[in-house]
T-cell receptor, first 111, second 116 residues
Framework: KQEVTQIPAALSVPEGENLVLNCSFT??????LQWFRQDPGKGLTSLLL?????REQTSGRLNASLDKSSGRSTLYIAASQPGDSATYLC??????????FGKGTKLTVNP | NAGVTQTPKFQVLKTGQSMTLQCAQD?????MYWYRQDPGMGLRLIYY???????DKGEVPNGYNVSRLNKREFSLRLESAAPSQTSVYFC???????????????FGPGTRLTVL
């Protein structure tokens, strides 16, 4: 059974800092891994989807990497801004149609 | 293009009452999902539908029923609401990408349900 863990649960950084969010998963036989963002009181927005054939994906200041052999993914945020404050969730497949989500990392970027 | 829409946005029920949460997507996606999100528990899958006419249980299906009315709509019904069903409910949809590659899930804004 797939289990997804995110560390840390919360993170507070000053504006401009580079930061890394961590995600680990137990079943490495995955075909992709996704990172989502959730703002308070809102739904989830997809940030990056990494296929198993890829090692990383980039979108603007965001870079996500995937290491299936170690069961880990990281989300790197460069030059953080207050607008990046949100909860970040990673999700790994738990079956052909199912996604298993981590509990998220709540990020606060202080001006 | 509205994406995934959910109604209602907020609902308060008394124990034992029933209600249906509605979800619709206009992206011609094959798969649709219902999740609940609770503090400290994360997002958990209730039911999903891989295609029109099919539904399957997720991680926490007890106390819920679903209907895939057509390709666009996927409803979630609480027959006899209980306080343990107080939660935020999210609907999502996903396209089946060509070549076997998976596509991302698109989420609705959520329904905040309180059962007293």
């Amino acid at each position: 059974k797939q289990e997804v863990t995110q560390i840390p649960a919360a993170l507070s950084v000053p504006e401009g800092e580079n930061l890394v969010l961590n995600c680990s998963f137990t079943d490495s036989a995955i075909y992709n891994l996704q990172w989502f963002r959730q703002d308070p009181g809102k739904g989830l927005t997809s940030l990056l989807l990494i296929q198993s054939s890829q090692r990383e994906q980039t979108s603007g200041r965001l870079n996500a990497s995937l290491d299936k052999s170690s069961g880990r993914s990281t989300l790197y945020i460069a030059a953080s801004q207050p607008g990046d404050s949100a909860t970040y969730l990673c999700a790994a497949p738990g079956g052909s149609e199912k996604l298993v989500f981590g509990k998220g990392t709540k990020l606060t970027v202080n001006p | 293009n509205a994406g995934v829409t959910q109604t209602p946005k907020f609902q308060v029920l008394k124990t034992g009452q029933s209600m249906t949460l509605q979800c619709a997507q206009d992206m011609n996606h094959n798969s649709m999902y219902w999740y609940r999100q609770d503090p400290g528990m994360g997002l958990r899958l209730i039911y999903y539908s891989a295609s029109e006419g099919t539904t399957d249980k997720g991680e926490v299906p007890n106390g819920y029923n679903v209907s895939r009315l057509n390709k666009r709509e996927f409803s979630l019904r609480l027959e006899s609401a209980a306080p343990s069903q107080t939660s935020v409910y999210f609907c999502a949809s996903r396209r089946r990408a060509s070549g076997g590659a998976a596509d991302t899930q698109y989420f609705g804004p959520g329904t905040r349900l309180t059962v007293l």
